[in-house]
T-cell receptor
Framework: DAGITQSPRHKVTETGTPVTLRCHQT?????MYWYRQDPGHGLRLIHY???????DKGEVSDGYSVSRSKTEDFLLTLESATSSQTSVYFC??????????????FGSGTRLTVV | QQPVQSPQAVILREGEDAVINCSSS?????VHWYRQKHGEAPVFLMI?????EQKGHEKISASFNEKKQQSSLYLTASQLSYSGTYFC??????????FGTGTSLTVIP
């Protein structure tokens, strides 16, 4: 694969519990992103990072937080999971902030179910 | 903020052609195209950086009309392997990028 892995691949959790998803890259790319994918909505940006400890919100950031303490790792935390957060979560990496260096490379995704 | 894609879904027979359109209400600085097969991650196809630019990728090509704030993806002589959902993505200033809602393409024998 292209040097980006997500874990876990699948997770079922209960409403109200915190959940952390991990994205790990070996490409040394500066930019990392978390997207969620839902039917009818396509891919929507949750948070992104433009360097270690540098993060910013995307269009659907409520209920999510992120951290990036190392270049290779970008963590997404659902502080108190709700059923509306049931989704497929994709991490993506890019050399440039807008993907001009060759587009975004996506991880395989995490399917999260909140019951 | 999301670009709008049309059509939402299309079914083709092998060998037929298709066009997928992507338009934005805001100025486009660049346009990306991705393909996602069922259960898999989106895969980058191509990027168009300038108005009027056209690019090709096998039998898949795209154009970018900066003035009309739209891009089109052309699939010619479609193959079964072209089936999937196609997404356009558009650049917004400040390191943000927005994807369209996708176009489902099904190629049947």
């Amino acid at each position: 694969d292209a040097g980006i892995t997500q874990s876990p691949r699948h997770k079922v959790t209960e409403t109200g519990t915190p959940v952390t998803l991990r994205c790990h890259q070996t490409e040394n790319h500066r930019y990392m992103y978390w997207y969620r994918q839902d039917p009818g909505h396509g891919l929507r940006l949750i948070h992104y990072s433009y360097g270690v400890k540098d993060t910013d919100k995307g269009e659907v950031s409520d209920g999510y937080s992120v951290s990036r303490s190392k270049t290779e790792d970008f963590l997404l935390t659902l502080e108190s999971a709700t059923s509306s957060q049931t989704s497929v979560y994709f991490c993506a990496i890019s050399e440039s902030g807008t993907g001009r260096g060759g587009g975004y490379t996506f991880g395989s995704g995490t399917r999260l179910t909140v019951v | 903020q999301q670009p709008v894609q049309s059509p939402q879904a299309v079914i083709l027979r092998e060998g037929e052609d298709a066009v997928i359109n992507c338009s934005s209400s805001k100025a486009l600085y660049s346009v990306h195209w991705y393909r996602q097969k069922h259960g898999e991650a989106p895969v980058f196809l191509m990027i168009l950086l300038k108005g009027g630019e056209q690019k090709g990728h096998e039998k898949i090509s795209a154009s970018f009309n900066e003035k009309k704030q739209q891009s089109s993806l052309y699939l010619t002589a479609s193959q079964l392997s072209y089936s999937g959902t196609y997404f356009c993505g558009t650049e917004k200033s400040g390191n943000q990028f927005y994807f369209g809602t996708g176009t489902s393409l099904t190629v049947i024998p």
